[in-house]
């Protein structure tokens, strides 16, 4: 219940596209629907820090440098989260953790994926 896949980072130009995809195994629908979950990143020698989150009302948090340009979302049929990255720049290359927190205070992190973006 508690492992992150994590899907769909790679090399882009600057100006390009991304999506990365995060599905929890073995959760059932409930348990995905109730989490509060985020995407976060960690450039190398930076620390982590919060990209995006989305509660299970569906409110989002973005962070200022990513406004505008990334949209968090959440497939509850799938039972997957979705982060859309528009409009890439060099320094949004890093690796990218998805976290998922639950309603009684499990936190879980995937392990990581790459995205660098070229200029």
């Known amino acids: 219940q508690g492992q992150l896949v994590e899907s769909g980072g790679g090399l882009v130009q600057a100006g390009g596209s991304l999506r990365l995809s995060c599905k929890p195994s073995?959760?059932?629908?409930?348990?995905?629907?109730?989490?509060?979950m985020g995407w976060y990143r960690q450039a190398p020698g930076k620390e982590r820090e919060l990209v995006a989150s989305?509660?299970?009302?569906?409110?989002?948090i973005y962070a200022d440098s990513v406004k505008g340009r990334f949209a968090i979302s959440k497939d509850n049929s799938r039972k997957t989260m979705y982060l859309q990255m528009n409009s890439l720049k060099p320094e949004d290359t890093g690796d990218y953790y998805c976290?998922?927190?639950?309603?009684?205070?499990?936190?879980?992190w995937g392990q990581g994926i790459q995205v660098t973006v070229s200029s």
């Open positions: 989305i509660t299970d009302g569906g409110n989002t």
């Open positions: 073995r959760i059932i629908l409930s348990e995905f629907w109730s989490s509060t």
């Open positions: 976290r998922r927190q639950s309603r009684s205070g499990d936190d879980y």
